[in-house]
């Protein structure tokens, strides 16, 4: 069957330090992927896209990569903030198919 | 509008009555698309719409659910006949062109839904 994962596990970190989060999926064949942030109460917002034949994509303190053969996107968020607290959902693009396949999120914590 | 707006905010509704929930896209983007969202889970895709093209309704989980956009701008979801399994978070976007690939969604503050 195909699956989305994500660390349902809330991952605290202290401020400063580098977040590294976790998407592997099953059974996709995506040839997109992308990175939302979503606080309580609100709508995801976008943050990344990154393509299939993309290995990295950077912007500001946030970096994608797209691993094809593990099946795996990692999010890193560099010299975390508070601010950064937050749940990061990944959610996968297929051609053909005109809708994101979502995982379920990793709620990150970064202590002051 | 600057951004997508969705109302109500909030819906109590009791087990068996009809709701419609509206969306309210950017100006300019033709992809629609609803999804709702339970406690804790993720984004579940609902249905798509992409300016005059008909409709993907995959996602709809039952024959209850029903959804529109007319003039290829605001959109309604309709839920008839509501049960408590229906209680979760309706979310709507937009994007531009067919997002994406190569675009982001832009997505409302949703719509909490609960059944009583």
């Known amino acids: 069957s195909q699956k989305i994962e994500q660390n349902s596990e809330a991952l605290n970190i202290q401020e400063g330090k580098t977040a590294t989060l976790t998407c592997n999926y099953t059974?996709?064949?995506?040839?997109?992927l992308q990175w939302y942030r979503q606080d309580p109460g609100r709508g995801p917002v976008f943050l990344l896209l990154?393509?299939?034949?993309?290995k990295e994509k950077r912007k500001e303190r946030l970096k994608v990569t797209f691993d094809t053969t593990l099946k795996q996107s990692l999010f890193h968020i560099t010299a975390s903030q508070p601010a950064d607290s937050a749940t990061y959902l990944c959610?996968?693009?297929?051609?053909?198919?005109?809708?994101?396949?979502f995982g379920s999120g990793t709620r990150l914590q970064v202590q002051p | 509008g600057a951004g997508v707006s969705q109302s109500p905010s909030n819906k109590v509704t009791e087990k068996g009555k009809d709701v419609e929930l509206r969306c309210d896209p950017i100006?300019?983007?033709?992809?629609l698309y609803w999804y709702r969202q339970s406690l804790g889970q993720g984004l579940e895709f609902l249905i798509y719409f992409q300016g005059n093209s008909a409709p993907d309704k995959s996602g709809l989980p039952s024959d209850r659910f029903s959804a529109e956009r007319t003039g290829g701008s605001v959109s309604t979801l309709t839920i008839q006949r509501t049960q408590q399994e229906d209680s979760a978070v309706y979310l709507c976007?937009?994007?531009?062109?067919?997002?994406?690939?190569?675009?982001?969604?832009?997505f409302g503050s949703g719509t909490r839904l609960t059944v009583v």
């Open positions: 059974n996709y064949s995506p040839a997109y």
């Open positions: 990154i393509r299939e034949n993309e």
């Open positions: 976007a937009s994007s531009l062109i067919s997002g994406g690939a190569n675009y982001g969604y832009t």
């Open positions: 959610a996968l693009g297929e051609t053909g198919r005109r809708a994101l396949t």
């Open positions: 100006s300019g983007h033709t992809a």
